[in-house]
């Protein structure tokens, strides 16, 4: 008995009887772990599954806020929000959406398998009033509830039910059992997953039940394809084999200027790649000087702050495509302010004399540790920073290595084994309490704070400010606050911003796809001719 | 691969008396092919070893390097400077004096890994053909599992050890003799079964019966009067196999466990240039992908012709 | 001899549990698998937890034992990334990787066969040095700069052939197979050609080197002093002896073959066994890193037992030493 699996397109022709399916073909570096709504929580895994799945709130192709599965949102008090929920919206399974989804999705969103407790945290409790209306009690008072929920995808929770999938899949789990919803879905979004073979391909079409009959795709079919090297991506691209690919190399962008029928595709990301230092420890791990750590002081991290050229690395290194940054957070980020966003003054003098003033007149040595697959050129970046380094003497033994072992190393399960690094930080809430939080706070191993301070920079003056922009309701003055906490943080040369990195995607002429500043593709937006 | 090759190179035995009458000068001489290829690999050796003097930049000096003259192109093109000779790499550094200073690891690690491996290789085959027996066994048992494994693999597999168990500071320090390690260890087998079989040939013959009736230790007659006779095939495999390990080494830097990018092989200089061959900078991957090719190709007709001229009955 | 095989299995069965040991040491040093397993809004906490579950905690030899206790069974563990059964995800790469080293091999060997031959028998012919010359520049070319030039040309200069993956694919049972598509055989011909230059070469050189011995043999200059054909002496009786040791040795090679592959199918987006051992390591899959190993050395300990029960058989004087 043989069973023919046939390119997309074909199928659905004989399946469906329509004579012309506009299939969309596209590729990205890697794939996602598991179709299970809350089994990771990771922008690509999420955006992917935000074409099959659906939230309360949806982003649009700018990141603005808008309706999806509720119509409208008012905060009542501080602490309780009520949502009205669309009517007449169907599962792909058929059943009907309604509240009791949510409240079993945020229940869902607990179990100990789930990676989306952050936001399920974010409320304490969800009370149904009636099928369409449903009032959230927060713990504590958030101005931004609405925004902590984009990527909170509703699940069927009689599918879930039936197919003993009510809790989260955990990949701690060994039994096959309870993957269900990893290897399946059924969401409310305008696509239906109809084949998948992980790491080789994804097959989708169009979901005729979908409640937007105003959706702007014309796209019947989608085949997705994950391509890890760089070089193959591109190909498949310039080769015609595929419609959009990305990340794209920035170094790639010319050759697909040159090459007929197809463009590079970019635009800033709301990533934010910046450097870190060792504050905590009395004595650097890799490096010549013993009994202190330059880095705690200040006029040194002003040294280095000042000896590195931004602008060169964005014209060299990210063929100008990024943008030099002087804050944490990119203009898409709420919370941004223009005045703060200039960057460090490229100064060697400077620096030098910074240098001198702190009393290392012929620099010292020390190590950076880099990842070399994680970010746009970012072993790249480092070595530049290297070349930079050394010129005002401080000579840098970089550590570029795989992603795995770089977060393994630099992270605090291994105890922060790090002096310098380089990371980059998109905050899931597009919001800059969540970089303030997790990237500038006092490192706090109960509060979970600063997490990601891999250095510990510790600033109780900017820690207070934090804790306030958490309960602050009042936009202005949790502006000003913002302002505040980063200006502080600033002056002191706590972290170094390097730039926004670039998004880069290559895509043929003939197709138009919104670029989504998080690097998300929507397929609700993807016309073709 | 030479695993096979080994098998008729046992019986060069004899390599001496005709070096001896200066057979294989004569040979030389009469061959262009060895001629050149000699030359050329004596070329590469010489411009990797003298580096500092030959090359005009020195890519390894952080301070010296300058962003701003990254991607230049070779002087012939549009946009290149005579002081990059072939064009500058994504940063900054002079990809002719790249290339001189990563021929230089790229030889060092095939010349040490090729000694080491022949150092190992020699001993046990020595051992395992002069005893025989149970110990013969043993030695041969586990050439074989290891001959069944790529020496790809095992090298990733050593590297991966010793990765962990040394500090990262000292890590970056001994790479290279770490990627000498992993590479000897994967290639000594094919010295020691040549050695071996030609042991046993050799164990018959009357000089070594006569050595041991006049009581000479086992170690001198090993190593003083069976090992000379048994070197010629040494020769050829080891030049055969500095070929493969330069190759090696470059298909590891490739993978990305070789030597760090800061002080790059030829394998780790294809391996950052490979990501702008499309982006027309072609210049970074393809002049360190043909000085790679061309010296193993030289190394290798070299070795090819040393096979042919010392073994007699393929004359 | 049914002794012999069950003493090589046992020792077979001690290389496996070897490689797993090793691997196991070796895996903490890979990264930390909880990083990729989770978010960045995940706390410290939730991590530490994960990580307990995972038994990530344990010494390596406690996690190997619980390995090797749960294999046992047939029961290989989740992989991490994909979340689903480490067997069924190499069930379902295996054809692929299989029909790509089939597929190169037979290549290999087509072309391999005839132009050894050809060199070995005029072997100082102007031919002849060519293909040594270009057996060599195969030889010394690296296999990841092939696979990219071919991409290069023949995909994205020409477009002549697909790029990447492997076409569409035909279900047999639980097998899949590209042989029988058009777009599946299309698909295979640039990996296929870059995992054969390098065995091809080695063939070559390995079938010239044989034939050369066979041919000064004392049977052959006997053959032809009987005033035999020389056709009958080179195909007849010269090329069939070459081929016993040459056919030992294509065998071993499976071994590389494999090892080899894992580049190819990476750079060609290869959907085989190799991709998914290399994705293994960058997410730091822990399951099916451990059981791709063991059974890469599975197969290897295979091929050896097979290679020496040929010898036994072929090889009269092994079998009067018993061994």
Redesign the interface.
Known sequence: MKRWILAGATALALVGGQAEAKTFKWAYQGDIQSLDPQGLQETFTLGFLGNVYEALTHYDTNLKLEPALATSWENTDPTHWVFHLREGVTFHNGDPFTADDVIFTWKRSLTPGSDLKGAGGKMSEIEKIDDHTIKVTTPTPNPILPRDLPFFYIMSHKWAEENNATQATSPAEANSSSTYASTHENGTGPFIVTGRQPDVKTTFKRFDGYWDKDLKTNVDEVVFTPISEDATRTAALISGDLDLVFPVPVQDWQRLEDAKGVKPLHGPDARTIFLGMDQFRDELLYSDVKGKNPLKDKDVRGAIAHAIDLKAIDEKVMRGAANPAGLLIGPQINGFSKDLAEPYAYDPKQSKELLDKAGYPDGFQLGMDCPNNRYVNDELVCRAVASYLAKIGIKVDLNAQPKAKYFAKVGPQNGNDTSFYLLGWTPTTFDAQNTLFNIVHSFDKAANAGQFNYGHYSNTAIDDMITQIDKETDEAKRQSLIDEAFKTLKDDYGILPIHQQPLSWGVKDTIDAPQRPDDVLDFRYVTMP | MSEVESAIDADLIGWRARLADNDLFHAFIHSPTAIVSTIVTLLICLGALFAPWVAPHDPFDLASVDLMDSLLPPPWMDGGSFSFLLGTDDQGRDVFSAILYGSRISILVGFLSVIFAAAIGVVVGLVAGYAGGLVDAILMRIADVQLSFPAILIALLIDGVLRGILPRGDYDQIAVYVLVLSIGLSFWVQYARTVRSSVMIERTKEYVQASQVIGLPTRTILFRHIMPNVLGPVLVIATIQLALAIITEATLSFLGVGVPPTSPSLGTLIRVGNDYLFSGEWWITIFPGLALVILVLAINLLGDWLRDALNPRLR | MLLFVLKRLA?SVL?MLVVAL?AF??F?????P???????????????D??E??GLNDSFLVQYARFIGRAATG?F??S??????VDE?LA?RFPATFELSLVSAVMALLIGVPMGVYTALNRRGLLSRGF??LS??G???????IG?LL??VF??VL?WL?????G?????GWW?SGLMTR?GLSSLIMPAITLAIFQMT?IV??IR??M??VL?ADYVKFARARGLKPRTINFSIALKNTLV??MT?IG?QI??I???AI?TE????W?GMG??F??A????DIPVMAAYLML?AFI??V??LVVDVLYFVVDPRLRVQGR
């Not at chain 3, 903490?28 to 930390?32: F, K, M």
């Not at chain 3, 990476?266 to 987006?269: A, K, P, R």
């Open positions: 020792q290389v090793i040491a070796l903490r040093y890979v990264g930390d909880v990083d990729s397993m989770v978010g960045q809004d995940t706390t410290l906490e939730q991590r530490a994960l990580r579950r995972l029961d563990g989740q991490y990334r994909l979340r689903q059964p995800l379902e040594m010359t060599l520049i030889i010394s070319l690296p296999t990841f700069l990219i991409i290069l995909g994205v477009r697909p790029t990447f993956g492997r569409d694919v035909v279900q047999v899949t777009s080695l050189r390995l080197a044989e050369l011995e000064r040791p040459v040795i071993l071994g590389s494999i090892a080899f580049i990476s750079v060609f987006q959907p991709l998914l290399i994705q390591i960058e997410n730091v890469i290897f300990v091929i050896n």
